[in-house]
T-cell receptor, first 112, second 117 residues
C-alpha cells in the first residue's frame, strides 16, 4: 500500500536557523506530493505541492523537491521565524484515487 | 478561496449521546472527507464521499456514520458517543482525482474539538 514517513518531532530551532523536515514515501505509481501546515488551534493549510518528478514546490520561503530516485520530498527553509512554529504534514495522492495518505506530522518549535 | 466551514469549534457531549458534526464547502467539490486527529497518530480517515448519497469507509469507521444529502454538506454522526471518541475532527473537500492529471490538494476546515464526558 501507499505510505508516508516523516521524521519524528518535535524539532526545536532558534530563529534564523536552517530547517529540514524529512519525508519519504512508498507508492504504487507516481503520486502528487504535498506539504500541509497546521498552526495551533487551526485546520490544515496547503503549504506547497509538486505533481511530477523533479518539480520544486515553494511558498513563504519553504521549498521541497520531488525526488523520484530517492522517493523523497524533504521540506526546507533557509531561515525560520517564530511564526513558523506549527505542525507540518507530508502527504501523497495517486491519480485516480480519492484518498490522500498523510504522514504523522512533525511539530516545529522556533524559539527567539 | 475555497471555504470549508465546520459548524462548531468546540463541543462537549455526554457518553451515549448521538452527536452530529456538520461540514459545508462552497466550491462545488465532489469529494468530501472526515478525519480525526490524535497526538502521535496523525490524521486518520473515518469516511469519505465522492458524490451525493455516496460514501466509503476510511481506515477507522467503527462507531461513526455519515450523511451526504446535498453536495455542499457532509455530516459525521457518532451514533452513541464514547469517551474514546474524544478528539479533533477535521473535514476536508477536494475536486475528484483523475488518473494522468495533476491532483488538486484538499482544503480543510478549522476543526471541531470534541470532548465526550
Amino acid at each position: 500500500g501507499n505510505s508516508v514517513t516523516q521524521m519524528e518531532g518535535p524539532v526545536t530551532l532558534s530563529e534564523e536557523a536552517f530547517l529540514t523536515i524529512n519525508c519519504t514515501y512508498t507508492a504504487t505509481g507516481y503520486p502528487s506530493l504535498f506539504w500541509y501546515v497546521q498552526y495551533p488551534g487551526e485546520g490544515l493549510q496547503l503549504l506547497l505541492k509538486a505533481t511530477k518528478a523533479d518539480d520544486k514546490g515553494s511558498n513563504k520561503g519553504f521549498e521541497a523537491t520531488y525526488r523520484k530516485e530517492t522517493t523523497s520530498f524533504h521540506l526546507e527553509k533557509g531561515s525560520v521565524q517564530v511564526s513558523d512554529s506549527a505542525v507540518y504534514f507530508c502527504a501523497l495522492l495517486l491519480g485516480g484515487y480519492q484518498k490522500v495518505t498523510f504522514g504523522t506530522g512533525t511539530k516545529l518549535q522556533v524559539i527567539p | 478561496d475555497v471555504k470549508v466551514t465546520q459548524s462548531s469549534r468546540y463541543l462537549v457531549k455526554r457518553t451515549g449521546e448521538k452527536v452530529f458534526l456538520e461540514c459545508v464547502q462552497d466550491m462545488d467539490h465532489e469529494n468530501m472527507f472526515w478525519y480525526r486527529q490524535d497526538p502521535g497518530l496523525g490524521l486518520r480517515l473515518i469516511y469519505f464521499s465522492y458524490d451525493v448519497k455516496m460514501k466509503e469507509k476510511g481506515d477507522i469507521p467503527e462507531g461513526y456514520s455519515v450523511s451526504r444529502e446535498k453536495k455542499e454538506r457532509f455530516s459525521l454522526i457518532l451514533e452513541s458517543a464514547s469517551t474514546n471518541q474524544t478528539s479533533m475532527y477535521l473535514c476536508a473537500s477536494r475536486p475528484p482525482s483523475e488518473a494522468g492529471y495533476g491532483n488538486q490538494p484538499q482544503h480543510f476546515g478549522d476543526g471541531t474539538r470534541l470532548s465526550i464526558l
